[in-house]
């Protein structure tokens, strides 16, 4: 079993296992007697019969301290047990039959947390006085809620997900699924409660028996134990001091396996959670050092140069970006497309600075046009320097427009924070200036809109916002990462048309990169493409040429299996489509050679020994032996 | 957001109506004549004239219809009877000992809110550097430490060992004020010092939570200085789990100060507490758990809308 | 050809919000939708969100409970069965869904997500099991070795076919492929509408297949209806749908559709789409409509026959012809 535990689980498991060995078995293998009072020896220092010394009725030390967390242990134990099954079953009938049981479960617990935990305890106290008994039936009281809440949220989450619908779909019967399928899936959740209880409970359990109110004397307890030391504390510090060290221990580690617990069952909680971009930017020394930025064609916006992006692992560092050359020139939309996995998020993010910190950049580099005039290179920059680049000279639209605006501000204020960022106007300008970008944007009485939340507004109106914001650096460059895939076809159609109309008519002269996995989009929207397959672009050239007569054939496969490429087909006349066999190469598992060989029709025994170039024809290039311009095919398959 | 605010209210109003329902029918409930049991000390039965007379002074005479209303309508007059120990008036007691725990609780708040808060951000915006590592694995320990143990681990030390702070006691701050303060600084921080554990890591969560959300690259991507980010779309949105978090401690504070001031002789309402409970005054015990219950009900609706007021969202559901 | 699945006046709403004191907001998901599937036909939903066609989905195989309507499958009525009685009658009707990350228990290996579903009804029990379970896994393009892994360890389009797999293990007559290759890549896309016209090819299953791709509506279904807040918009052959649409709402939409083709001036649409809490009178489509009429808000149009197989909601017969 331990063995099968993860890495994280072991030590607090070890430490818990120990601790609750000593305190079951310590008891039986020593022979002093907790309760047997030596008037003589009152407060003795340790001796070989008394390893902790005696206590000021003379009474043995380390037999209290055993016996005592026996006791507390017990009584945690009986109370998160029974808390733990009647709340689970609570929360689950709640969940499960809903009405009236949802009710009274979410009401029950409400109440029960109107009242501190120890003065519910005190209460029961003051009726039924001082006692193991009635310890555990008040803690179970006091628990038991918070274990139906837990299992009553984490049911329905659990039941909302499609695995439960379709085992309804199956016909399974609904004790089955409840016990089969939603239980074993909300267990997690379930067990951090459990620790938390067996920790709250023994907080309660030697507060209460601190106050006298809990275990009854002379039954030995850790409370008790340091009540009765506390008027010698002077003269005899141990007796403070040991059953303080044996609590704190006891509880720690307790809490430390419930945390470690929640980590191993959900890693958001966990240190490795987050988009990285909010760490401090570092200026990369080893790009400094590789000289002043070049000075890029007056109509260059941007251009990414042979950019290697890799994640860093212990067995060496696992490539994600291998050698992207992309130039991004005025008045031009770019198109940058391929699947999940591709990379294509990647590369926009590096070029906004924007990489999660856990990637590091491997070579290459990325030179901007600044609006000042003059080249920089993104990794020589400082902090500062690359927070005055973003938003002004290159700026970014992101997918998600329900989540990329925050929710608890005004899209007014968060406007004008973006216009202030870059110019420095009153805030009563800045709002002229955004009721302006808003009403550019298409979105109608502009002037009251400014003061809606994002909640307020549809998805396609925010995407909307987030393209004004985008506009009111007046960038260069404004990169829209698949701007229009969380939206429905004709907001979508809406979307595209006002990217070009503002292309045209606002920013003039404006560069674009859109980044999507759509090839219709694109050939609507695109002058140039670039085709990207796991890391690296594999065919690039004027948008209509490609898509006309690709060169690769990933390309080709891609537009193949399109069925809005091909309406002539129908599934019922028999037709198929040209579907790509396998899925595409994660990171690390790439094939040597061609990375796209695998899953290539026209693959050769050549494709898998080395790595094609991005072979250039005219204006265009595939990353092909067989494409045109790549050196001759047939004399390499002779060869080989 | 006024009908908002008005749900709110009338759902507090509710609560506060259910838990003196709660506290009134824990005596029906009990086995047996509620009388007799609180007057049944380590088996030793009571004397049939000892319970007759208990039963009359506790009005269990009476029908229970009409001890209910009477007790609501006592009750909400700030009235809850006499104490059956010394026959003097609840209330009046209350009124003395609650403003001394009021003191301690909320300046310990200030305290903790205003070192874990700032702790709490830093480790978030740092997870897993040196700073948070070594901030939560201390939080981790002090979360272990329950409030009575680490006060008289304090008074050992300071008191005894040290001999800087006094080990307890009250002194008025009209009396003597420099005299109130010192009493008053090891109770703050023993308070001060487990609510700040939960405040630490309810930051620490939150920020790391909200870092993580797309907003927050929107707003590095307009260009905002770092610190604009962090302030206004990390912390603020951190900020209404946090406060939530913090309404819900207030409440359990006032239960578990109870220890705190008992450790440290703090003449608030614990020491009025307990002494009730070894006596068994069950009026006593029940008027103060009513009135806590009622500070926390009251806390709690002003959280929930000073979170409203921090989300949008929340005034629709 | 008498129909497999015969769905009339099919109507849900859905609370929504807070419940006020008197009154309870609702939200109208559908609204007398009728729909037929004959055995061996592909039955194409399209519409935005909001159109009510994962509703009809799930209450046809009576995962949710609709308001009004006639659900009859194979002649029966499903909403007149005891609970036993529809747990048994589900055998004969599946569902795909969209998202291949949550549709399969993370706790169970493929085998065991297949053996629970071959359990339910009592199927291929004893020595039978392995050779079916094989058989099945193969069915969908995976290699036997896949049955005892677990989720986490496919990719998108392999947990896809596992949900087919599992669906087919219980030999239904019909599907219901809610958005089943929605999240899935291009490339992984065309292998599963592959898989599934295979399957309806060899083994004449029906199926309703829900999306809001018009174009890979059109290539899979041999009827498509496109709904619109709830409503029957059109009705009609996929290709006439497709190429020749009576109804300005397919027309837009059509219109609207990325496509490698260069294709004739774009209808626009004007507007946000209504909520579904307060839709518009008469036509719920005549706010964001061109071709709105004075008339359109009068009363809800009725599906009516215009030629070839298609039925048409828009009263007009002076546009799109």
Redesign the interface.
């Known amino acids: 079993m331990s063995l099968s535990l993860p890495k994280p689980m072991r030590l607090p498991s070890l430490i818990l296992l120990a601790l609750v060995m000593t305190l079951v078995f310590g008891p039986m293998i020593m022979s002093a007697d907790p309760i047997s009072i030596s008037v003589k020896d009152r407060m003795a220092l340790p001796s070989w019969s008394h390893w902790l010394g005696q206590d000021e009725f003379g009474r043995d030390r380390l037999a209290r301290v055993l016996y005592g967390g026996r006791v507390s242990l017990t009584v945690a134990f009986l109370a998160s047990v029974i808390a733990c099954v009647v709340g689970t079953l609570f929360g689950l009938i709640g969940a499960y039959f809903r009405g009236p049981f949802e009710f009274v479960t979410m009401?029950l617990s409400?109440?029960v947390?109107?009242?501190?935990?120890?003065?519910?305890a005190?209460?029961v106290?003051?009726?039924?006085?001082p006692g193991v008994t009635t310890l555990v039936a008040v803690l179970s009281v006091l628990y038991f809620p918070a274990f139906a809440r837990i299992a009553f949220s984490e049911a329905l989450r659990v039941a909302a997900?499609?695995?439960v619908?379709?085992?309804?779909?199956?016909?399974?019967?609904p004790r089955r699924i409840v016990l089969?399928?939603v239980l074993?899936?909300i267990l997690g959740p379930i067990s951090v409660q459990f620790s938390l209880t067996a920790?709250a409970s023994i907080?309660i359990e030697?507060?209460l028996s601190?106050?006298?109110?809990g275990v009854v004397p002379p039954a030995p307890s850790w409370?008790q134990m340091?009540r009765g030391a506390?008027a010698f504390?002077?003269q005899d510090?141990t007796g403070?001091?040991v059953p303080?060290a044996a609590?704190?221990?006891t509880?720690?580690s307790i809490?430390?396996f419930c945390?470690r617990l929640r980590d191993t069952l959900d890693p958001?909680?966990g240190?490795?959670?987050?988009?990285d971009?909010?760490?401090?930017a570092r200026a990369d020394a080893a790009a400094a050092a590789a000289g002043p930025a070049q000075i890029l064609d007056a109509d260059v916006v941007a251009q990414v140069k042979d950019l290697r992006l890799a994640l860093p692992r212990p067995e060496g560092p696992l490539a994600l970006i291998d050698g992207v050359t992309l130039t991004l020139r005025q008045n031009e939309c770019t198109a940058l497309v391929g699947?999940?996995g591709s990379g294509k998020s990647l590369t926009s993010l590096a070029l906004?600075g924007?990489l999660p910190s856990a990637i590091r950049p491997a070579g290459g580099r990325i030179l901007i046009h600044r609006k000042t005039g003059g080249t920089v290179d993104l990794a020589t920059l400082g902090?500062r320097e690359t927070?005055?680049?973003?938003?002004?000279d290159v700026?970014?639209i992101?997918q998600?427009p329900m989540?990329?605006?925050?929710?608890?501000?005004r899209i007014g204020a968060q406007m004008i924070?973006?216009i202030r960022?870059?110019k420095a106007i009153s805030a009563e300008e800045a709002r002229a200036r955004a009721v302006e970008l808003l009403d550019l944007v298409g979105i109608p009485e502009a002037g009251r809109r400014i003061d809606s939340?994002p909640?307020e507004l549809?998805g396609?109106?925010r995407q909307r916002v987030?393209i004004a914001?985008a506009l009111s650096?007046e960038p260069k460059l404004m990169i829209a990462d698949e701007p229009t895939t969380a939206l429905?076809?004709?907001?979508?159609?809406?979307i595209?048309?006002l990217l070009q109309r503002l292309r045209q008519e606002y920013a003039a002269g404006m560069s674009l990169l859109f980044i999507s996995?759509?090839?219709?989009?694109v050939?609507?929207i695109a002058d140039q493409i670039a085709v990207m397959y796991a890391g690296e672009v594999v065919e690039q050239g004027p948008a209509a040429e490609v898509?006309a007569t690709p060169h690769h054939p990933y390309t080709r496969?891609?537009?193949d299996?399109?069925?809005?490429?091909?309406?002539d087909?129908?599934?019922?006349r028999?037709d198929?489509?040209?579907?790509?066999?396998g899925?595409?190469a994660r990171p690390e598992a790439r094939p040597s050679g061609c990375a796209f060989r695998d899953r290539c029709p026209q693959a050769r025994p050549c494709c898998a020994e080395s790595r094609p170039e991005l072979y250039p024809t005219g204006t265009r290039a595939a990353r092909c032996f067989f494409a045109p311009g790549a050196d001759q095919p047939q004399e390499r398959e002779a060869g080989a | 957001m006024t009908s908002y605010v008005l749900r709110r209210l009338t759902t507090a109003l509710v609560m506060l109506w259910v838990v003196g329902t709660i506290v009134f029918s824990v005596l029906l409930i009990v086995p047996g004549d509620p009388a007799e049991l609180l007057l049944t000390t380590g088996g030793a039965d009571a004397s049939t004239d000892a319970v007759e007379n208990l039963r009359k002074k506790m009005g269990l005479d009476r029908p229970v219809a009409e001890q209910y209303v009477s007790f609501l309508a006592d009750t909400a007059r700030f009235d809850f009877g006499d104490s059956l120990i010394d026959g003097t008036p609840i209330s009046e007691t209350i009124a003395l000992r609650l403003p001394r725990t009021l003191e301690l609780i909320a300046v310990s708040m200030v305290v903790a809110l205003a070192l874990a808060i700032p702790a709490g951000t830093y480790a978030g915006l740092n997870a897993g550097k040196r700073f948070d590592r070594a901030a939560s694995a201390v939080n981790a320990l002090f979360t272990s430490i329950p409030g009575f143990v680490s006060g008289t681990l304090f008074i050992y030390l300071f008191a005894q060992v040290l001999r800087i702070l006094p080990a307890g006691g009250y002194v008025a701050f009209a009396q003597d004020p420099w005299m109130h303060v010192q009493m008053l600084i090891l109770p703050t921080v023993t308070v001060a010092l487990h609510l700040m554990t939960i405040i630490f890591r309810m930051t620490r969560a939150s920020v790391l939570e909200m870092r993580a959300h797309d907003w927050v690259r929107t707003g590095i991507a307009k260009g905002l200085r770092r610190r604009q980010v962090v302030r206004r779309h990390i912390l603020r949105n951190a900020l209404g789990p946090v406060i939530t978090v913090v309404g819900l401690q207030l409440g359990i504070l006032l239960g578990s100060t109870v220890l705190v001031e008992f450790v440290y002789n703090w003449p608030g309402l614990s020491g009025f507490l307990v002494s009730s409970v070894q006596q068994r005054d069950y009026p006593s015990v029940r008027a103060v758990i009513l009135t806590v219950a009622a500070i926390f009900i009251a806390i709690n609706f002003l959280v929930e809308v000073a979170y409203s007021l921090l989300d949008p969202r929340i005034r629709l559901t | 050809m008498t129909a497999l699945l015969e769905v009339s006046d099919l109507s849900k709403a859905y609370p929504v919000g807070r419940r006020g004191l008197f009154r309870r907001r609702t939200m109208q998901a559908l609204a007398g939708v009728s729909l037929s599937i004959a055995p061996g036909e592909v039955l194409g939903l399209v519409g935005e969100s909001g159109s009510g066609k994962s509703t009809i989905g799930k209450a046809v195989l009576r995962l949710i409970e609709p308001e009004t309507g006639s659900i009859r499958f194979d002649g029966r009525d499903l909403r007149a069965l005891s609970t036993e009685e529809l747990r048994a009658a589900r055998k004969d009707m599946q569902i795909i869904f969209q998202d291949p990350y949550a549709s399969l228990d993370p706790r169970k290996t493929v085998r065991a997500a297949l053996a629970e579903a071959l359990d339910t009804h009592g199927l291929h029990t004893g020595q039978r099991r392995t050779p079916r379970l094989n058989e099945l896994v193969q069915m969908v393009g995976l290699s036997p070795q896949a049955l005892d892994r677990r989720p986490h360890e496919f990719s998108g389009g392999q947990r896809q076919r596992i949900g087919i797999a599992r669906a087919l293990a219980v030999e239904p007559r019909f599907i219901v492929a809610d958005e089943a290759v929605s999240a899935l890549d291009v490339s992984i896309q065309a292998q599963i509408l592959n898989l599934l016209a295979d399957l309806r090819a060899r083994t004449g299953i029906s199926i309703l297949f829900i999306s809001h791709d018009l174009s890979v509506v059109r290539f899979i279904s041999d009827r498509v209806m496109v709904l619109y807040l709830g409503r029957v918009m059109e009705l009609g052959p996929a290709d006439r749908i497709h190429f020749a649409p009576r109804h300005p709402y397919t027309a837009a939409l059509v219109s609207a559709e990325p496509s490698l083709a260069p294709r004739q001036a774009r209808i626009r649409l004007t507007g946000e789409i209504p909520s579904p809490m307060n839709p518009p009178s008469g036509c719920v489509f005549r706010t964001r409509c061109p071709y709105a009429l004075p008339e359109c808000a009068q009363a809800v149009p009725a599906l009516r026959p215009a030629g070839e197989g298609q039925l048409t909601a828009c009263i007009r017969d002076d546009i799109l012809s």
């Open positions: 009401r409400d109440v947390l109107c009242f501190p935990p120890i003065l519910l005190l209460l106290v003051t009726l039924f006085g997900l499609d695995f619908e379709a085992a309804r779909a199956l016909g399974a019967a089969r399928t074993p899936n920790a907080t030697s507060g601190f106050l006298g109110l409370g340091i506390r504390m002077n510090p403070i001091l303080c609590l704190t221990l509880i720690w809490n430390f945390d958001k909680h240190e490795s959670a987050g988009k971009e909010i760490a401090k699947e999940s906004m924007l902090e927070e005055d680049l973003r938003g002004n700026a970014m992101f998600e989540t990329s605006l925050n929710p608890i501000h924070e973006a960022a870059h939340y909640h549809s396609g109106m987030m914001m650096g429905d076809v004709t907001i979508q159609a809406e595209v048309e996995h759509n090839l219709g989009i050939a609507e898509l496969a891609l537009l299996s399109m069925p809005s490429a091909h309406e087909l129908h599934s019922s028999g198929r489509l040209a579907a790509i066999a899925t595409p």
